[in-house]
């Protein structure tokens, strides 16, 4: 009906695709600074109805057709068409559901069955040549790009001069976002980024 109106744009709520971290990682992977995406993990609670067609028949609402969307249109944005997807369900409903990508990449949205009694709820994880980038919970980001070393020669991965010295090595990137302002604010760490995503 809305389409034949042709005044109104409808769309499905997919809010981890559109949350300002997705949205974060789809922009480090466009500069290339960690290369090509290769691979994605996904962390996410959910199960996997063992009678699928009797659900869609008896209209049944499950933790799949209400949640499982949203991690997996997280993964879609930043991973792009999909090809081919495999699910492995386990006897619990939890299982692994595995998407290739039509780049190349491959992922692997874990169905975390049981229940999470800690931190992280959620995590997503996406591997470039150069490093990854994790979001946690939906509010943190960090960029892992490693250390510099030459294996069988560096002896330490702390940096030298006192001066330029760090207890952690990252930078922090605090975004206190609200619906009509973005602010930024930054520590300068050498090799990890962190954005941290906060409402206001």
């Excluded at 995406?37 to 996997?48: D, F, G, H, N, V």
């Excluded at 090595?169 to 906060?198: G, H, K, Q, Y």
């Amino acid at each position: 009906m809305i389409r034949h109106r042709k005044d109104r744009v409808a769309v499905v709520g997919f809010k981890k695709a559109f949350m300002p971290a997705t949205q974060k990682v789809v922009e480090i992977f466009a500069s290339a600074k960690l290369g090509p995406l290769r691979s994605i993990l996904a962390e996410y609670p959910m199960t996997i109805p063992d009678d699928g067609e009797a659900v869609l028949r008896d209209g049944k609402v499950v933790n799949w057709l209400r949640n499982g969307c949203h991690p997996l249109s997280l993964c879609v944005t930043v991973g792009g068409p999909v090809t081919a997807v495999t699910v492995h369900r386990g006897s619990d409903g939890g299982g692994v559901c595995v998407l290739e990508f039509t780049n190349g990449a491959i992922g692997n949205f874990h169905m975390a069955s049981g229940r999470n009694k800690g931190q992280t709820i959620e995590r997503y994880s996406f591997f470039g040549d150069e490093g990854h980038v994790v979001i946690d919970n939906g509010l943190r980001v960090t960029m892992q790009r490693g250390i510099p070393f030459d294996y069988g020669k560096t002896t330490s991965y702390a940096p030298k001069a006192l001066s330029r010295t760090r207890l952690c090595s990252r930078r922090e990137f605090t975004m206190r976002c609200s619906i009509s302002a973005l602010t930024l604010s930054r520590v300068n760490l050498p090799t990890r980024d962190r954005w941290n995503l906060r409402l206001k």
